[in-house]
C-alpha cells in the first residue's frame, strides 16, 4: 500500500538511497506536495551539518576558473584553511605557441608532455600564475585528466572539425566531466576566446569557455543528451549566446 | 581572506550575482563551501581524483544554471551538499555496476567491495567532535543504514542487506535514525 505522504521515503530520497521506480515515485510526489518537499530539504539540511570542512587541492579551484573562462581569480583560500597564504609565486616565462602540440612520432598526441607545456602556456593569460603556483605539484593536472578520460572506454568522444573536415579539437565526456582538447586552433588575440556551444536546441547554449587556444585542454560542462556542438570565436569572457563565427562542429 | 569585493555579501546575494555571470561571486562561494563539497565528495568516492571532478562539477553546475537554486527551499551549503552527495552516488553506483558487469565477465582483478564494518567506517570518517557525538546518540540500528547510505553510497536495499535486516525495518529506522539526529545535533549547538 502507498502511503499518502510517502514518509520514510522522503528520508531515504534525501540519503540518495533510492534508485529507479522508487526514486521517480519520491520525485513525482515531491513536485505536488509542498509539505514532503519541505521535509526533504529539512532532513538534506540535517546531513549537510554532518559535512566536514577541509581544504580542497587547489587543482580543484583550477578547473572550475578554466571551465568558466575565469582564469584571472586566484584560488579562493577556503575558510577552513588554518595555513597562512603564500605569497604569490613569480609567473614563470611562458612557452612560445609552437611547442603547443608536441606529437610523437606515430601522430598520437604526448600527453604528459601536452600538460607541461600547457600549463605553462596557461600563464601567458597573466595572473593565473598564481593559480598555477599553487598547483605545481599536483599530478594530476587537467591534459592528464583528458588523457585518462580518453582512455576511458566508456567515455564519449566528439570530434570537431571545420567546414573543410580539418580536426580541429576533441570533446571528451567521462563520468560528467567534459575536456575539450585542442588538435589544431589558430590561437586568438587577446580579446578573444573559443567558445563551445550544444546545438538542437531552441538556442545554442554555451558548454565553456575554452580560452584563446593556446592552452591544450580546458574544461566544460555538457550536459547528458548533447549530440552536436559547434565552436565559435566570441569576446573573451564568453557571450551568453553566440556572436561570432563558427569555426568547428561536432557529433557524439 | 576572501574576494574583497564580495566579503559579507550573503550566500542568497552571491548565488543572484551567479545570473550577472559575476565570477568573483562564484570564486567567493567556493571559498565558503568548496571544502565541505570537497570533503563530503572525497568519503564518498574513497578517491581524490574522482572527489575533485564531482566537486568540479557542482560548482560549474551551479554557474551554468544558478537559477536551479531556490534560496526558499534552503540554504546554499545544503543545496550545494545535495548536489555533490547525489553526484558522488552516481559515480559510485556506476563503478559498482562495472564491478558486477567485471565479476559477471570472470575478470579476477575485480576491485572487492568495500569494507562492511560500520564502527570501522565511521571511525575513519574523521568527523567533527560534535558530528561524532551527535551520531553516537543515535542507537546502531538507526545509525549504520544512516552512515552505510551517506557516506557509503548505498541504496537502503544494499544497507538493509549488508547489515542483514529487512528493508522495511531499515526504512522506518533510517527515518527515525535522521529525526534523531537533527535534535542531537540541535542540542550540539548546530541548526540544521
Not at chain 2, 71 to 90: F, K
Request: hydrophobic letters at 45%.
Amino acid at each position: 500500500m502507498t502511503p499518502v505522504h510517502p514518509t520514510d521515503d522522503l528520508a531515504l530520497y534525501a540519503l540518495d538511497a533510492l534508485e529507479g521506480a522508487e526514486r521517480e515515485a519520491v520525485e513525482a510526489h515531491l513536485a505536488s506536495c509542498p509539505a514532503c518537499a519541505a521535509e526533504v530539504e529539512e532532513h538534506q539540511a540535517t546531513l549537510a551539518a554532518l559535512a566536514t570542512d577541509e581544504a580542497p587541492p587547489p587543482a580543484v579551484w583550477q578547473r572550475i576558473a578554466a571551465g568558466i573562462g575565469a582564469t584571472g581569480i586566484p584560488t579562493p583560500l577556503p575558510v577552513t584553511s588554518s595555513a597562512p597564504a603564500a605569497p604569490p609565486p613569480t609567473a614563470p616565462v611562458a612557452a612560445g605557441p609552437t611547442h603547443l602540440r608536441p606529437r610523437s612520432r606515430d601522430g598520437r598526441p604526448r600527453w604528459a608532455l601536452i600538460g607541461a607545456v600547457a600549463a605553462a602556456a596557461l600563464v601567458v593569460g597573466g595572473a593565473v600564475g598564481v593559480v598555477l603556483g599553487n598547483t605545481r605539484d599536483e599530478p594530476d593536472d587537467l591534459a592528464e585528466l583528458a588523457a585518462a578520460a580518453l582512455d576511458d572506454p566508456d567515455a564519449g568522444v566528439a570530434t570537431l572539425a571545420t567546414g573543410d573536415g580539418r580536426p580541429a579539437a576533441r570533446v571528451v565526456v567521462d563520468e560528467g566531466t567534459g575536456y575539450v582538447l585542442v588538435d589544431d586552433l589558430p590561437a586568438l588575440g587577446p580579446g578573444e576566446t573559443y567558445q563551445l556551444w550544444k546545438l538542437g536546441g531552441d538556442v545554442p547554449v554555451s558548454l565553456g569557455v575554452i580560452g584563446d587556444g593556446r592552452a591544450g585542454v580546458a574544461v566544460v560542462g555538457v550536459p547528458a543528451g548533447t549530440t552536436d556542438m559547434a565552436l565559435s570565436t566570441e569576446p573573451a569572457g564568453g557571450s551568453p549566446a553566440p556572436t561570432g563565427d563558427i569555426v568547428a562542429t561536432g557529433t557524439f | 581572506m576572501g574576494s574583497a569585493v564580495h566579503d559579507g555579501t550573503t550566500d542568497v546575494e552571491l548565488a543572484a550575482a551567479l545570473a550577472r555571470h559575476d565570477a568573483d561571486a562564484l570564486a567567493e562561494i567556493y571559498r565558503r563551501h568548496g571544502g565541505v563539497v570537497w570533503a563530503l565528495a572525497r568519503r564518498v568516492l574513497r578517491d581524490p581524483q574522482r572527489a575533485e571532478e564531482v566537486a568540479q562539477t557542482v560548482f560549474t553546475d551551479l554557474w551554468a544554471a544558478p537559477e536551479r537554486y531556490d534560496p526558499a527551499r534552503g540554504s546554499l551549503r545544503s543545496w550545494l551538499l545535495t548536489r555533490a552527495h547525489g553526484r558522488s552516488v552516481d559515480v559510485v553506483r556506476s563503478e559498482q555496476a562495472r564491478r558486477r558487469r567485471d565479476e559477471q565477465a570472470g575478470r579476477r582483478d575485480a576491485t572487492p567491495a568495500p569494507e562492511a564494518d560500520v564502527e570501522a567506517t565511521v571511525a575513519e570518517l574523521d568527523l567533527a567532535a560534535h558530528v561524532r557525538r551527535a551520531l553516537d546518540t543515535l542507537p546502531p540500528e538507526e545509525r549504520d543504514p544512516i552512515v552505510l547510505a551517506w557516506f557509503g553510497g548505498l541504496t537502503y536495499r544494499d544497507a538493509a542487506a549488508r547489515l542483514g535486516q529487512p528493508e522495511g525495518t531499515v526504512k522506518s529506522r533510517i527515518r527515525a535514525g535522521l529525526g534523531r539526529l537533527r535534535r542531537a545535533l540541535e542540542a550540539e549547538g548546530v541548526t540544521p
